[in-house]
Nanobody, 129 residues
Framework: QVQVAESGGGFVQAGGSLTLSCTAS?????????MGWFRQAPGKEREEVSC????????YYLDSVKGRFTISRDNAKNTMTLHMNLLTPEDTAVYYC?????????????????????WGQGTQVTVSS
């Protein structure tokens, strides 16, 4: 059973930065997995933030985070990172790491909650105004 775990959430003032990390374990070939970051704010549905394909690092970003967030992965270490800059209160949410095995389809195509089957417990990000 694939397991993923997030770390790095916290409290930051608007305009600040945070870095989230995700570690995957109990899988055979990390490079064969799409990895993604999703978030859920109180009273809202979970939404995709950013995803990255394992084979070539193809990425997708939610429009509202483009230019502020950067996703990356280290296939040798089974890790994924989300660097978040210029944070706003609208970025406040629980952030989830997710993984799913797959080879075909762009990161944009794959980046939705229905495509991912392995989820972390989530880490809280709170941005104050």
């Amino acid at each position: 059973q694939v397991q993923v775990a997030e770390s790095g959430g916290g409290f930051v003032q608007a305009g600040g930065s945070l870095t989230l990390s995700c570690t995957a374990s109990d899988l055979d070939d990390f490079e064969a997995y799409y990895m993604g970051w999703f978030r859920q704010a109180p009273g809202k549905e979970r939404e995709e933030v950013s995803c990255i394909r394992g084979s070539d690092g193809d990425t997708y970003y939610l429009d509202s985070v483009k230019g502020r967030f950067t996703i990356s992965r280290d296939n040798a270490k089974n890790t994924m990172t989300l660097h978040m800059n210029l944070l706003t209160p609208e970025d406040t949410a629980v952030y989830y790491c997710a993984a799913e095995r797959g080879f075909f389809g762009s990161a944009a195509y794959y980046c939705n909650t229905q495509s991912f089957g392995y989820w972390g417990q989530g880490t809280q990000v709170t941005v104050s105004s």
